[in-house]
Every structure is written in C-alpha cells, then in structure tokens.
C-alpha cells in the first residue's frame, strides 16, 4: 500500500513553493509520557471523580483513526505498535504510516506527584530501534519491514553547553544507529524546559538557531524528514521556511484547549508555511475524535475555516447526540496554550462565527458515495462559496454520514 506521507513528502520537495499538501499526524504516543491519564478521560466519567480510558479502549480508537484514513501519520509507543502495526497488521492495507516514539527525554516525564518536567531536560530512550522493527532485539534484515520503519526523536535545548552537548551527543548516536538499520525519523524540538535558559521574548530566535545549527551537520542520509516544534508565530516560522524550503516544518499542539485552538493553530500554521500538524491530546480529549479530525483535514486542505469549522463541529456533536465540553461561545476562544509539554498558556476571547440557519444550495452541489472517504473528488468550488454557505454545505454533508 503507498503511504500518503511519502507522496505528500516527494511532492513538497519537488516544489516547496506551489506543492499545497499538507501533513497530518495523530500523535496517540502519551503512555510514554502521561501513564494513567494517556488514553484520555472516560466518558464514564461523573462529575467530581476521575476516570480515565483503558489501554485497550485507547487501542480500539487508534484502529478507527486508522481505518478512517484522514491522518497520514499513527504515532504509537513501541508497546502500541507492537500490537498494532506487527501482531495485528493494521497498516498493511492502509496508506497512513505507522510510527513510534524513539525516545523519551525526561522532560515528558508526566506522573502524579512528579517533578521530572520543571527540571533540565536528561537524555533518555526506552525503545530500542529493533523492538520498534520487528518487536524483538537483534531484528534479522527481512524482519525490520514487521513493524514500523519510522520514528519521533525528541530533544530539548535548555542553553546550557554541558546539558545541550550531551543531548547532541545522544541525538548522534541515535543518527548513526537508525542510518544502519534503515530507520526514518522526525525532530521534536520542544522549547526550553526551565523558564529561565533563554529570554521569552528571544525564544523562537533561539529554537531556530538551535534547529539550523543541529541540522547543518547531517547529510540527507541521516536528516529527519520533517520538524515538530512548537508554533512561535508567523515571523519565526516564516523565517525557518525561507532558510531552507526543503525543511519541511510541522507544529506540535501541546495540551488540550478548546476546540478553535487546535483548528486556529493548524490553519495559522499552514499560513506562513508550515506543512505539518501533529496534535495529540487536543484530538485524544475531543468529544468526538474521528469528527474532530475530519474537520482538521477539511482545514488543512483549504475546505473551511477554523470559525466556520468550530460551528459545524458543534453541530455535529448535536446530531450525534454528544453534550460539547464547552458552550460554543466558550469553544471559540483562543488560548495559546502550546508553549511546552505541559502547557500554561494566556487566553483571549474570539469573536463568534455568525449562526447559519438555512441550508443553501451549495449543499447539494455534490455528493459521494463513501462521504468518510478523504479521496473523494466531487467536491464544490469553496473558494466561490460564502462563509455561511461553506458551513452550511460541512453540515449537509454530515446530514448525509450520519442518515
């Protein structure tokens, strides 16, 4: 089966500037970071007690994920994609590519009662690159096409030279290793972990000139095939794409927030030239996870707005019968939660789409026979369609998913 990532990835690099493909990953990794609470809140959950999915629960929402096919990108634990990617072959017929966490820096150390994370991030790696291959040590060659050929190598700089060399050091290390064995990664460049490493106002300046510096030593052989990193705005990823339009940069989205603050950052993001989007929790804690990311990829391919999106996906949940986390007035505020791991953001109100009450033409214009299939061709002009008609349309089309 072709993977769509490498498609996306061979026709962004054969024209950086006009290439209009866009990257989208489910980042389902958070048991090697937030134990208990990784598989989400339990919808059995009542108010005042906590309750949390179960591992297996957690599993059964990646395999619709993937069978949905909207993402381009699973990423897993190693544990996970040993149940998933080579016991139970769920990527074998799917063109979403599996992927795993390679490495585990202290700094995603979430558990209850712990400080790993206010502390400077250590170097770390739980999963050993053949465990990821093929599920065991020592991956024999036609072994290492079993599991997943692909993985996310994260590092945090915290402008310390001692601390800084160290984490290159292990980032070379495991470089040299994946070359050998023919695995493929991603950079994850978290922002520093200590509050006090770099000025705020020269954080971005910063990360980029880490990223440039880290990146000018490695030839194509050993380079990750794109960036996650938290968005800094548009100045400094505009000034990260016009560098080197081949450095294909993607957005990581940080704690949950409101629903317009995952589909805002995904759509700003793409707007001064990012090509990818890897949310986690804000897709693990929607309401409705495979409706959630239909809307990312309705944005992400230019469909709709992140305020028309907001509204239809509210309605959604109506049809559905779901009751929303949030009013939708409070679901259309920003919060620029995404600074870190954690996220400890400011927030500030958005003004509210305007309602749709009747239903135009445009919904009508076409229709599909598979609606949950992203390939499908027939869809109107929505550049020749009002705000109102776009939603309006969104809605008609999920009237007809959801019968």
């Keep these: 089966m072709n993977k769509s990532l490498d498609q996306k990835l061979s026709r962004i690099h054969a024209d950086p500037v006009r290439a209009k493909d866009f990257i989208l990953a489910d980042a389902k990794d958070a048991d090697m970071a937030l134990s208990i609470g990784a598989p989400g809140r339990s919808p059995e959950a009542h108010a005042g007690e906590t309750r949390y999915r179960s591992l297996q629960e957690f599993r059964d929402v990646i395999e619709q994920i993937v069978e949905q096919g909207l993402v381009d990108i699973m990423l897993m634990s190693a544990h996970t994609n040993e149940i998933l990617t080579i016991q139970k072959r769920i990527f074998d017929k799917s063109h979403v590519t599996p992927a795993a966490r390679a490495n585990d820096t202290t700094d995603i150390h979430i558990v209850r009662g712990g400080r790993y994370a206010t502390q400077?991030?250590?170097?770390?790696?739980?999963?050993?690159?053949?465990?990821?291959?093929?599920?065991?040590?020592?991956?024999?060659?036609?072994?290492?096409?079993?599991?997943?050929?692909?993985?996310?190598?994260?590092?945090?700089?915290?402008?310390?030279?001692?601390?800084?060399?160290?984490?290159?050091?292990?980032?070379?290390?495991?470089?040299?290793?994946a070359e050998r064995k023919s695995f493929r990664h991603f950079l994850e460049v978290f922002d520093p972990?200590?509050?006090?490493?770099?000025?705020?106002?020269?954080?971005?300046?910063?990360?980029?000139?880490?990223?440039?510096?880290?990146?000018?030593?490695?030839?194509?052989?050993?380079?990750?095939?794109?960036?996650?990193?938290?968005?800094?705005?548009?100045?400094?990823?505009?000034?990260?794409?016009?560098?080197?339009?081949?450095?294909?940069?993607?957005?990581?989205?940080?704690?949950?927030?409101?629903?317009?603050?995952?589909?805002?950052?995904?759509?700003?993001?793409?707007?001064?030239?990012?090509?990818?989007?890897?949310?986690?929790?804000?897709?693990?804690?929607?309401?409705?996870?495979?409706?959630?990311?239909?809307?990312?990829?309705?944005?992400?391919?230019?469909?709709?707005?992140?305020?028309?999106?907001?509204?239809?996906?509210?309605?959604?949940?109506?049809?559905?019968?779901?009751?929303?986390?949030?009013?939708?007035?409070?679901?259309?505020?920003?919060?620029?939660?995404?600074?870190?791991?954690?996220?400890?953001?400011?927030?500030?109100?958005?003004?509210?789409?305007p309602a749709v009450t009747t239903v135009k033409t445009a919904a009508s214009q076409c229709a599909c026979a598979t609606e949950m299939d992203h390939a499908c061709q027939c869809e109107p002009d929505f550049s020749k369609m009002s705000a109102a008609e776009k939603v309006a349309y969104q809605r008609a089309r999920w009237n007809r998913i959801l019968g």
């Design 120 to 177: 400077p991030s250590l170097p770390f790696r739980t999963a050993t690159l053949d465990h990821i291959q093929c599920g065991h040590i020592e991956c024999k060659p036609e072994e290492r096409q079993q599991g997943a050929d692909l993985g996310l190598y994260s590092i945090t700089f915290n402008n310390d030279a001692a601390l800084d060399r160290q984490a290159l050091q292990e980032y070379k290390d495991f470089r040299l290793e």
């Design 193 to 353: 972990n200590r509050p006090e490493a770099v000025e705020a106002s020269k954080v971005p300046e910063f990360i980029n000139d880490a990223i440039v510096r880290t990146l000018g030593g490695i030839t194509s052989k050993g380079r990750p095939l794109f960036l996650k990193m938290v968005y800094h705005g548009p100045k400094a990823m505009e000034e990260l794409v016009h560098y080197d339009p081949h450095l294909v940069v993607g957005v990581l989205g940080g704690s949950a927030g409101t629903t317009y603050d995952a589909f805002k950052l995904l759509a700003e993001a793409k707007k001064y030239g990012g090509r990818v989007a890897l949310f986690g929790r804000k897709i693990n804690n929607a309401e409705n996870q495979l409706a959630f990311i239909r809307f990312l990829r309705w944005i992400a391919d230019g469909e709709i707005s992140p305020e028309e999106a907001v509204e239809a996906y509210h309605g959604v949940l109506h049809q559905l019968g779901i009751k929303p986390q949030r009013s939708l007035a409070d679901d259309m505020v920003l919060q620029t939660n995404i600074m870190s791991y954690g996220g400890d953001g400011v927030a500030r109100s958005i003004p509210q789409a």
